[in-house]
């Protein structure tokens, strides 16, 4: 089943402050995504007609380390402030890596979990299957499930 944390998205209001402060705390940049758009982001996501510039960093040269998804929404722009304290409830956004999606899917909606959307998977060029779908904890929270 959910195997491990694969990111922790962070919104930014200036990605290239934000970018050169995440560096400096020892991250580097994995995979630059450079402009993210598509329908199905937005669908996955419910962030209507979303576009953003963003980039994944990691701690280390572990490939398997959690990421953390560095990202300014420039469709809708992001907005708003961070929590004012630490015992604010609820954050952005959770992945869970697991290489059974669809399965994974099927047994926590028959618990009773709300998903989104059903998975949404993407057929990469070597035959291989990616794929995502988000629910919330009870507090709001939105976690993902990823599969890659």
């Given at each position: 089943?959910?195997?491990?944390?694969?990111?922790?998205?962070?919104?930014?209001?200036?990605?290239?402050?934000?970018?050169?402060?995440?560096?400096?705390?020892?991250?580097?940049?994995?995979?630059?995504?450079?402009e993210?758009?598509?329908?199905?982001?937005?669908?996955?996501?419910?962030?209507?007609?979303?576009?953003?510039?963003?980039v994944?960093?990691?701690?280390?040269?572990?490939?398997?380390?959690?990421?953390?998804?560095?990202?300014?929404?420039?469709?809708?722009?992001?907005?708003?402030?961070?929590?004012?304290?630490l015992?604010?409830?609820?954050?952005?956004?959770?992945?869970?890596?697991?290489?059974?999606?669809?399965?994974?899917?099927?047994?926590?909606?028959?618990?009773?979990?709300?998903?989104?959307?059903e998975?949404?998977?993407?057929?990469?060029?070597?035959?291989?299957?990616?794929?995502?779908?988000?629910?919330?904890?009870?507090?709001?929270t939105?976690?993902?499930?990823?599969?890659?």
């Open positions: 089943m959910i195997e491990s944390i694969f990111h922790i998205n962070i919104n930014c209001t200036n990605f290239d402050r934000s970018l050169e402060f995440y560096k400096l705390l020892g991250f580097k940049v994995i995979r630059d995504l450079n993210v758009s598509s329908a199905t982001l937005s669908r996955g996501l419910r962030i209507p007609d979303c576009r953003g510039r963003a994944l960093m990691i701690l280390g040269d572990n490939p398997r380390s959690t990421r953390v998804d560095l990202i300014e929404w420039k469709n809708p722009k992001t907005e708003g402030q961070a929590y004012p304290h015992w604010h409830a609820g954050m952005c956004r959770i992945a869970l890596r697991t290489r059974t999606l669809v399965k994974d899917y099927e047994d926590l909606k028959a618990k009773g979990i709300e998903f989104w959307t998975p949404l998977m993407v057929k990469l060029k070597d035959g291989k299957e990616e794929g995502f779908v988000c629910c919330t904890d009870p507090d709001g939105v976690i993902e499930l990823i599969q890659v």
